[in-house]
């Protein structure tokens, strides 16, 4: 009887911390969505504060991000900027040493590597194949 006992109370004990975990899961998942869903919203121009914005230290945020997103915070970055600057160069008036401070590079010089390293023509290429006819 009191191995009937020990054991109903060891299998207890089991499925108290199965359903504990099972919960962790859940709430886990849930707020995957949730939290990236935020740090996209917040528009945050570094790292540091899209970690804040996710309620999570530097360091843990890069590794949760680029394990949902599939790229580091920092391309992430780079690659919105440069959108940013594909919609900027639409714009003749604009020079590019203006698109480049406007969109957050210090360098312009750096603007044209990074936009060129993403999109495969520099800036100035890239305002050349636009159809301003339209």
Request: proline share 3%; charged share 30%.
């Amino acid at each position: 009887v009191e191995k009937k006992i020990n054991c109903e109370i060891d299998t207890s004990w089991l499925l108290y911390k199965l359903l504990l975990q099972l919960k962790g899961c859940r709430i886990s998942s849930e707020t995957k969505g949730h939290f990236l869903q935020r740090v996209l919203e917040c528009r945050a121009e570094n790292i540091d504060e899209m970690a804040k914005c996710a309620g999570m230290s530097k360091y843990h945020f890069i590794r949760v991000f680029k394990k949902n997103i599939g790229i580091t915070p920092w391309q992430y970055i780079m690659q919105r900027k440069i959108t940013n600057a594909k919609e900027l160069l639409h714009n003749p008036n604009k020079t590019i040493k203006q698109i480049a401070y406007e969109t957050g590079f210090k360098d312009p010089d750096y603007f044209s590597t990074t936009f060129k390293k993403i999109t495969g023509l520099r800036p100035g290429d890239f305002r050349n194949t636009l159809d301003y006819s339209k």
